[in-house]
């Protein structure tokens, strides 16, 4: 008897402690954060969209709502009853509910029924996080008694009903009896309204997607809570139990254009807060074009499927379109399949191989120290203890024309070498290459070796350039961004700088159109006339094509996200780029979205020899790994690289059936996600990383 007693006692001395930690002190502090909701009025939360340029609809971020002034009778006090049955009898928060949850957590041992009432509930959901700790219920406490000062509570309740989350990625009962049912709130039976009420206190797991039997079991409990308390009859709840529910079918949401969706989500909330992107209805206009992005994801999936079906061992590709003047992102590819991989290839910088010559050789011509006829010694000798090689066959002596054109190796290396590094690393940057390292400074920067390398993205920057007459523009994706109220927080300034003269960038493009034409990049012709130059690494482990039109520069890359080499044959990136980047601009052509047609249109004829890649130093020949797997890079000795002459470019789509592919429908480019929620984390990296040490064509 005593030790019942003793037991009686200490239970007490327990509910008083936690009741004066749970209800007094917070009370105090309410009393003390004299808080005031009198500037402030309630709104239902928009849910974020991002639109395209030409005005399409590319995503929405946050709960989808209905906002309702109103709601049935009988769904407002089954949600009393159930929720907070003294709901219209207490203040703010209430006493005996908290003294009631305490004592089942206690006999329990764990924490197993809240005691927070409607407006406690309601202040939780539109000012605070769910994270449970006594400072965020004393917040909760001080808030909800400046709601009830301020608002009735038929306001509050009415608040509570739009904002309550019911799963799907939905809030509020309006939008809820849509999801579930397809029907206005106000059309909702008792068995129906029995059914969501139940769903209100774990509504992940009281769902019909995840149990629905325990949402059956629990919607019986709503149901004969109403029946006690006189609010239905027996009868109708026995009835409502066995009607059988017509529930919609759960759609996932998902993005269209995942790579792209998603970097702008992960810059969003960045810049501005998880909070204001899920729940501040922001207005976002990026700069990308839904029906170039549609090509472009179209073009890279036929593509990808193909190299798969003829044992190309590349499973990741990225594709940027940039527009050469203001920097304006129109496409962006970051990968082949964003349910399998979620890294944006885009903005990761990888080895340049021989892509970063016309960067080099443009410098170099700006600066004076070579024009497009200087002849340019290409015999394999040694630079101060660096020694780069050719393909067998390669001339001794090539203007800057032609050594461009095909892609020489050692007389790339003669023109750094006369240049100097210290006005490279200038040039580069004001070309707009953000990831030198000071390891870059050595002459086989000339070929691409480098620590980190260079992301599609600033690649594709890089010629715009050349496009635009010398002109450097900050590529960027955001246009405007728009508060709930139309109030302007973001106008994207265009920021240029002048990187080469305009002669040498006429000269630069008359020089890379050969390239498409009759050099390395003849697999990439078009029918629109463009310039560009081809790229590969050590191993295939980076293949390039980076083009550009007077409208358009594109960088085309193609590799394996966790720096494996690229098996198959013919993996060169005129052969296996090239054709990406050429069959993207005729459907962009085709589709009368670029305007400068070629006058006449000539079958290409075999492209020559590209380069065998360079094998450079980079850190005592130990390459730092990639942002991510720890894959060490194997050199390659040059005189053991085949070198294959390059085919004659492929159509762009064999007749259906042919090979077992077919070009994919619109809107199935690049797989599909599901859109974020609240809380949910990227998987993008930094644009960083060390890709092979090896450079090329």
Not at 176 to 204: H, N, R, T, W
């Amino acid at each position: 008897m005593n030790r019942l007693l003793r037991t009686v006692f200490a239970v007490l001395i327990i509910f008083s402690i936690f009741f004066a930690l749970g209800a007094a002190l917070p009370l105090a502090l309410a009393q003390l954060y004299d808080v005031s909701l009198e500037d402030w009025s309630y709104r239902a939360p928009a849910q974020t969209t991002i639109y395209t340029t030409d005005g399409q609809v590319l995503a929405q971020f946050g709960y989808k709502r209905i906002y309702k002034d109103d709601f049935p009778r009988l769904l407002k006090q089954a949600v009393v009853e159930v929720e907070d049955r003294r709901f219209y009898e207490h203040g703010s928060i209430d006493p005996r509910g908290m003294l009631r949850a305490l004592w089942v957590d206690l006999r329990l041992g764990e924490k197993a029924q809240g005691g927070s009432t409607i407006t406690q509930q309601l202040a939780r959901t539109l000012f605070l996080t769910n994270k449970k700790s006594i400072m965020r219920k004393s917040q909760e406490i001080i808030i909800a008694t400046a709601l009830e000062r301020k608002y009735s509570k038929d306001a509050i309740l009415n608040m509570y009903l739009n904002e309550i989350y019911m799963g799907r990625g939905v809030c509020g009962m309006g939008v809820a009896a849509q999801e579930y049912f397809g029907k206005d709130v106000s059309d909702l039976s008792l068995a129906e309204i029995s059914y969501l009420v139940a769903m209100i206190s774990a509504p992940e797991y009281y769902s019909p997607d995840h149990d629905a039997r325990a949402l059956k079991i629990r919607q019986a409990t709503v149901l004969n809570v109403l029946s006690e308390r006189g609010i239905i009859t027996t009868g109708d709840a026995e009835k409502a139990l066995s009607e059988e529910l017509d529930i919609r079918p759960y759609k996932k949401r998902e993005l269209v254009h995942p790579y792209f969706t998603v970097y702008i989500l992960n810059r969003l909330k960045q810049e501005y807060g998880e909070d204001a992107v899920y729940r501040g209805g922001l207005k976002v206009y990026t700069t990308v074009d839904s029906q170039m992005q549609e090509r472009a994801e179209q073009t890279v999936a036929y593509h990808m499927k193909k190299l798969e079906a003829e044992g190309i061992t590349a499973r990741d590709v990225a594709l940027v379109s940039i527009e050469p003047g203001n920097g304006a992102v129109k496409a962006m590819v970051g990968g082949a399949d964003f349910s399998r991989n979620q890294i944006n290839m885009a903005v990761v910088a990888r080895q340049p191989g021989s892509a970063i010559k016309p960067l080099i050789y443009a410098a170099a011509m700006d600066s004076g120290v070579i024009k497009s006829n200087t002849v340019l010694n290409n015999r394999p000798r040694d630079f101060n203890g660096y020694r780069p090689s050719n393909s067998t066959g390669n001339p001794d002596k090539a203007s800057v024309r032609q050594a461009l054109v095909n892609s020489y190796n050692v007389a790339s290396v003669e023109v750094l070498n006369t240049l100097g590094l210290e006005k490279a690393f200038k040039y580069l940057e004001r070309f707009g290459i953000t990831t030198l390292t000071p390891g870059d400074r050595h002459l086989a920067l000339a070929l691409g070796g480098m620590e980190k390398g260079i992301s599609p993205m600033e690649m594709a920057a890089a010629y715009a350039v050349f496009a635009a007459n010398g002109q450097w523009a900050e590529p960027y994706t955001i246009e405007r961004i728009e508060d709930a109220n139309g109030n302007i927080l973001y106008d994207h300034p265009i920021k240029t700088r002048t990187v080469v003269k305009e002669s040498v960038a006429r000269e630069m493009t008359s020089i890379l159109r050969d390239v498409v034409n009759y050099g390395t990049g003849k697999s990439a012709r078009a029918k629109v006339q463009a310039a560009g130059k081809t790229g590969t690494t050590s191993q295939s482990r980076d293949l390039w094509f980076v083009g550009y039109t007077p409208e358009l520069s594109t960088a085309v890359w193609l590799g394996n996200s966790n720096n494996d080499a690229i098996k198959g044959a013919a993996t060169y990136g005129g052969t296996r780029c090239g054709p990406i980047w050429r069959d993207y601009m005729n459907a962009l052509v085709d589709a009368g979205l670029l305007a400068h047609r070629s006058a006449e249109w000539v079958e290409p004829e075999a492209s020559p020899v590209e380069q065998a890649p360079e094998t450079t130093p980079n850190n005592g020949g130990n390459p730092e790994p990639q942002a991510t797997p720890n894959d060490t890079s194997q050199e390659t000795n040059p005189q053991e690289q085949p070198v294959p002459v390059e085919p004659a470019p492929e159509q762009l789509a064999p007749p259906p059936g042919e090979n077992g592919l077919t070009p994919p429908a619109a809107g199935q480019g690049t797989g599909s996600a599901q859109v974020p929620s609240a809380g949910s984390t990227s998987s993008e990296p930094s644009a960083t990383g060390t890709g092979d040490t090896g450079a090329g064509r």
